[in-house]
């Protein structure tokens, strides 16, 4: 359960002067949606992990730069996604295709109620988009980014950013049909 | 407007990028074309299911890892702190004896020409070097309080001894000054004291 902001910002406080059971609050409090985030833009459990506690170490390093009047889960999702898109730039490219998205979503799924059959449908087929697609659908429609921020934090034309998110669409849409 | 190029344009209709006048001609369509209207509603459908992508919780706690990092990262810079209080100390054994020696200058000194002519020794100049020092002290605060905890009991008190013997000088060559504005060996002394502080405590931030 994440603590409301004002609570969070003390934290975030405690934490940047070093009170590393203030930053373990945070931590929990954000985890589930950092490693989400992880999970669906790199479709790899190991890596989610990796990128997970990267992100959560890098945010331990910079807290000082936090500027309390912001959210912290906002600061952090940002950080996150610099570090996911940093990581995946740094990937060879023989890996740059998804290995297992049958795997990966083996390992995520837990037994749910029924009506969340449509939520995995559609998360095994963004496991399965092409990369930048998969991204750009991610940071669009998931976490509601811009087009701008998108090419800025990818590394691509606002038109690119674009056409994979309609690419995306296109295919998550006939994933879904079947 | 053709159902295919309504259906070119229901990703920017749904993404609030079509015009008004336009947005009206394709909204018209989608009242009356059953097709495209299922076509639209499924977009809006898997934009609403995004959206409401739940955080997942990972299968194990990451939370030890990450800690034991912290602590890495702590122990490194303990160390780091360490050696450079220890390199703060040397630098002010070698330059504290000599500033509090040149503290009490001969009464000469009132008219004698500085030792080094290109110091600057004017009172704006004397102002701009104190406050820069002061500047790059408030930033070493800053970091000193953000790593406090990751300090090793005992580096800390030899950096603040060393700041405190760092001031004493400053104080007694600035009281020294205020008793005698005029005595230029000693603005010079201040000022040169000034930029002796600020080049140690940017190398003190750098280590």
Same mark, same amino acid.
């Given at each position: ?14 934490a940047?002067?070093?009170?590393v059971e203030?930053f373990e609050r945070l931590f929990r409090a954000h985890q589930g949606?950092i490693y989400?985030l992880c999970l669906?833009?790199t479709?790899d459990v190991g890596r989610a992990e990796d990128l997970t506690q990267e992100a959560f170490l890098r945010a331990w390093r ?7 009047? %912001? ?5 952090l999702?940002?950080l996150t996604?610099?570090v996911v898109?940093?990581a ?8 740059? $295709? ?9 390992e ?42 998108? !090419? ?7 038109? /690119?950013?674009? !056409? ?15 | =407007?053709?159902?295919? %190029?309504?259906?070119? $344009?229901?990703?920017?209709?749904? &993404? ?20 495209? $209207?299922?076509? +639209? ?15 997942v919780e990972p299968e194990r706690d990451l939370w030890p890892e990450v800690a034991e990092r912290i602590a890495d990262d702590g122990r490194h810079q ?5 050696? +450079? !209080? ?11 004896? @000599? ?10 000194? $009132? ?22 020092? =002061? ?15 990751l300090?090793? /009991? ?12 760092? &001031? ?8 020294? @000054? ?8 000693? /603005?010079?002394? @201040? ?17």
């Open positions: 359960m994440a603590s409301p902001p004002a609570d969070e910002r003390e934290l975030a406080r405690r940047a002067g070093g009170d203030a949606r989400g669906r833009m479709g910079k807290l000082g730069s936090f500027r309390a009047e %912001s959210a912290f889960g906002s600061w999702h940002r996604v610099n898109l940093s995946l730039r740094r990937r060879p490219a023989r890996e740059l $295709r998804l290995a297992d998205p049958e795997g990966a979503e083996a995520t799924v837990t037994p749910q109620p029924p009506d969340t059959a449509r939520r995995l449908d559609l998360e095994r087929a963004i496991a399965a988009l092409p990369e930048r697609a998969r991204l750009v659908f991610l940071l669009h429609d998931v976490e509601g980014y811009r087009h701008r921020e998108i !090419a800025e934090a990818a590394g691509m034309a606002e038109g /690119s950013s674009k !056409a994979h998110l309609h690419r995306a669409r296109r295919l998550l849409r006939e994933a879904l049909r079947r | =407007m053709s159902c295919e %190029s309504i259906r070119d $344009r229901l990703d920017d209709l749904l &993404d609030g990028e079509i015009p008004v006048g336009e947005r009206r001609r394709i909204e018209e369509h989608l009242s009356t074309c059953l097709p495209c $209207r299922r076509e +639209w509603r499924e977009r809006q459908e898997l934009l609403e299911l995004a959206r409401r992508l739940p955080p303990a160390r780091r702190w360490a050696a +450079w !209080a220890a390199a703060a100390a040397v630098a002010i054994a070698l330059a504290a004896p @000599l500033l509090l020696q040149r503290a009490a200058p001969p009464d000469d000194d $009132r008219a004698a020409a500085p030792a080094t002519p290109e110091t600057p020794t004017g009172g704006s100049e004397l102002a701009r070097w104190r406050d820069g020092t =002061m500047l790059t002290r408030s930033d070493l605060a800053v970091e000193i309080d953000r790593q406090r905890a300090l090793p /009991s005992g580096a800390l008190d030899h950096v603040e001894e060393d700041v405190e013997i760092l &001031d004493r000088a400053v104080a007694q060559l600035a009281a020294a @000054l205020e008793q005698d504005p005029m005595n230029r060996r000693l /603005s010079a002394l @201040l000022a040169d004291r000034y930029q002796q502080e600020a080049a140690v405590l940017q190398r003190i931030s750098r280590i």
